[in-house]
T-cell receptor
Framework: KAGVTQTPRYLIKTRGQQVTLSCSPI?????VSWYQQTPGQGLQFLFE???????NKGNFPGRFSGRQFSNSRSEMNVSTLELGDSALYLC????????????FGPGTRLTVT | AQTVTQSQPEMSVQEAETVTLSCTYD???????LFWYKQPPSRQMILVIR??????QNATENRFSVNFQKAAKSFSLKISDSQLGDTAMYFC??????????????FGKGTLLTVNP
């Protein structure tokens, strides 16, 4: 079974731009969660989608948004990029959300200059 | 607000020995979940072990076990017979909420564990 894939793996953007990251879950998984990992703030939960609906949300500003498609693939969008948005963005998929085992992707490394 | 504290930024252990990683959390809730995640160098994060707060029995997964002290709000991870492949960053995580749509998930800062040959 193929694992969780994230595209692109690396991205460089300029402050003020917007960016869209993609996550393809394991086949059959309906829950996709997104996380931001930085050296300063550590690992922080962004949001979770289940069957195309945002089900859980962390404490991030509205510049961070996401969506999930009918095939469970998910995208995360960050608008008006700031230098502090530079991070490793991880997504994870599972059958049952947080209470089930989450399978993580390799992450997208976003650098904002 | 929830807080999760991992007081040991870095630890090291000799291969085949036992090591314990500490984690404390703060909550006023009675029902919640605790997790340990492992992030090996340049590899995907994986779930190591999970504990439901309403279960008194400590969770065990092969060489990994937890010592869950609910009153003390402590959730330590014990790795027995350490292997080189256990070298990784370990994150403790706390989740509270109910109904599938009201969860709050908080991670500790992580402990970098190095297993030496």
């Amino acid at each position: 079974k193929a694992g969780v894939t994230q595209t692109p793996r690396y991205l460089i953007k300029t402050r003020g731009q917007q960016v869209t990251l993609s996550c393809s879950p394991i086949s059959g998984h309906r829950s996709v969660s997104w996380y931001q990992q930085t050296p300063g703030q550590g690992l922080q939960f962004l949001f979770e989608y289940f069957s195309e609906t945002q089900r859980n949300k962390g404490n991030f500003p509205g510049r961070f948004s996401g969506r999930q498609f009918s095939n469970s693939r998910s995208e995360m969008n960050v608008s008006t990029l700031e230098l502090g948005d530079s991070a490793l963005y991880l997504c994870a998929s599972s059958l049952a959300g947080f209470l089930g085992e989450q399978y993580f992707g390799p992450g997208t490394r976003l650098t904002v200059t | 607000a929830q807080t999760v504290t991992q007081s040991q930024p870095e630890m090291s252990v000799q291969e085949a020995e036992t090591v314990t990683l500490s984690c404390t959390y703060d909550t006023s809730e009675n029902n919640y979940y605790l997790f340990w995640y492992k992030q090996p160098p340049s590899r995907q994060m994986i779930l190591v072990i999970r504990q439901e707060a309403y279960k008194q029995q400590n969770a065990t997964e092969n060489r990994f076990s937890v010592n869950f002290q609910k009153a003390a709000k402590s959730f330590s991870l014990k790795i027995s017979d350490s292997q080189l492949g256990d070298t990784a960053m370990y994150f403790c995580a706390f989740m509270e909420g109910s109904g599938g749509s009201n969860y709050k998930l908080t991670f500790g800062k992580g402990t970098l564990l190095t297993v030496n040959p």
